[in-house]
């Protein structure tokens, strides 16, 4: 049983004990554990595509390329997120069952929790160290948010829907819109 009202916390090792037999995935902010929506077709051509394509080019690389069912770790405060597609390349980030050092992180917008992927995922994330890129894609549009940390450790953003190329700096890979949305049809 996940948080309730009669259980309003959950503590850390209660969470991930849960989550490991659970149906449902559930995300986790500082003691209380939340149900995830349900994907779509679009939702989920998107992440695969992005995954696909991330994993045939980072092969034989340290990297590692994880899909929607690996949890990223935020320690302070206790926040456990399931993004649609995470890699990591530090050789020490190896738990099992989530992940803490990613270098980079997609989410697939879903309209139903598009503000939160937007502002608390992302003022979340910003906490890593180890994130470079952070991607808000679109499933309604070609359209893709990306923030990426510069130089000077301060986070820029860029929207990307014309067709050009998307540079992902953080894994040397350019990627297309019509990489990300193929087998997808928008109408005008």
């Given at each position: 049983m996940f948080a309730s009202a009669?259980?309003?916390?959950l503590t850390v090792d209660e969470y991930l004990t849960l989550e490991q037999?659970?149906?449902e995935r559930h995300e986790y902010v500082a003691g209380q554990a939340y149900a995830m929506a349900g994907g779509s077709e679009e939702?989920?051509?998107?992440?695969?595509?992005?995954?696909?394509?991330?994993r045939s080019h980072l092969r034989g690389t340290e990297y590692r390329v994880f899909s929607g069912n690996m949890k990223i770790r935020i320690a302070e405060p206790d926040i456990f997120y399931y993004p649609d597609v995470s890699v990591t390349c530090d050789p020490g980030d190896r738990e099992k069952y989530f992940k803490e050092r990613p270098?980079?992180?997609?989410?697939?917008?879903?309209?139903g929790t598009a503000r939160i992927d937007r502002n608390e995922k992302l003022m979340n994330y910003r906490q890593l160290d180890s994130l470079?890129?952070?991607l808000l894609v679109s499933q309604t549009?070609?359209?893709?948010?990306?923030?990426?940390r510069d130089a000077a450790g301060l986070w820029q953003g860029e929207l990307f829907k014309a067709e050009g190329p998307l540079f992902l700096k953080s894994v040397e890979l350019t990627l297309s819109l019509?990489?990300?949305?193929?087998?997808?049809?928008?109408?005008?």
């Open positions: 009669e259980h309003p916390f037999t659970s149906l939702h989920d051509l998107i992440a695969g595509n992005i995954y696909m394509r991330l270098t980079l992180l997609v989410e697939v917008l879903f309209p470079q890129e952070y549009e070609p359209a893709v948010e990306m923030y990426r019509s990489e990300i949305y193929e087998d997808l049809a928008f109408s005008e």
